[in-house]
């Protein structure tokens, strides 16, 4: 199956700094790509859809200043967590389709944010 | 409104079949997936079913009746392995995935 490839898995920072989280599609081109926010013993939340060379569509209640996402190229799309607190501290997780195919999502590693 | 329930938690013994159900209320319907998310890592896919009917994928089958809004996994002969959350998801024809919030699945020997 499509390979999608999240980095990091894991990183820790202070409170006040930002981070950017990397996922890539790495054999299959993805013009659409989705950001999940995943809390402790909670279903995955939509945050916001990526598409290539456009602005990402926001799902109500997330910030669009605080939580950045550049989706530059087709195989890359990057989530940029700014001026982090501790209770931005989660699971996300990024997937990505494959155009003109049924919906199944190939989903990333996932990052663990901790911040501190 | 979209609405996908799934039982919160179940318990199997090792060796058995457990079966795990799905309800959905979706403004549109272009099929329901299956995911297995151990803790702390991504889902996988397990199935995904848009005709009605049961799909049959070694330990795994799933089901779906798109009248009643309803479908379910059914895991043969468990393994401790098995243990995770499953998680139902349907693709609503909006190119994007409702998700339930997952069945937590327990296995004992």
């Known amino acids: 199956g499509a390979v999608v490839s999240q980095h990091p898995s894991r990183v820790i920072c202070k409170s006040g700094t930002s981070v950017k989280i990397e996922c890539r599609s790495l054999?299959?081109?993805?013009?659409?790509m989705f950001w999940y926010r995943q809390f402790p013993k909670k279903s995955l939340m939509l945050m916001a859809t990526?598409?290539?060379?456009?602005?990402?569509?926001?799902e109500q209640g997330v910030e669009k200043d605080k939580f950045l996402i550049n989706h530059a190229s087709l195989t890359l799309s990057t989530l940029t967590v700014t001026s982090a607190h501790p209770e931005d501290s989660s699971f996300y997780i990024c997937?990505?389709?494959?155009?003109?195919?049924?919906?199944?999502?190939?989903f990333g590693q996932g990052t663990r944010l901790t911040v501190v | 409104g979209q609405n996908i329930d799934q039982p919160t938690e179940m318990t199997a013994t090792e060796g058995a079949i457990v079966q795990i159900n799905c309800t959905y209320q979706?403004?549109?319907?272009?099929?329901l997936f299956w995911y297995q998310q151990h803790a702390g890592e991504a889902p996988t896919f397990l199935s995904y079913?848009?005709l009605d009917g049961l799909e049959e994928k070694g330990r795994f089958s799933s089901f779906l009746s798109r009248s009643k809004g309803y479908s379910y996994l059914l895991l043969k002969e468990l393994q401790m392995k098995d243990s995770a959350s499953y998680l139902c998801?349907?693709?609503?024809?909006?190119?994007?995935?409702?998700w339930g919030a997952g069945t937590k699945l327990i296995i004992k020997p």
């Open positions: 997937s990505a389709t494959i155009p003109d195919s049924y919906t199944e999502a190939f």
């Open positions: 054999d299959f081109q993805a013009t659409t």
């Open positions: 990526s598409n290539e060379g456009s602005k990402a569509t926001y």
């Open positions: 979706t403004s549109g319907f272009n099929g």
């Open positions: 079913n848009v």
């Open positions: 998801a349907v693709d609503d024809s909006n190119y994007q995935l409702i």
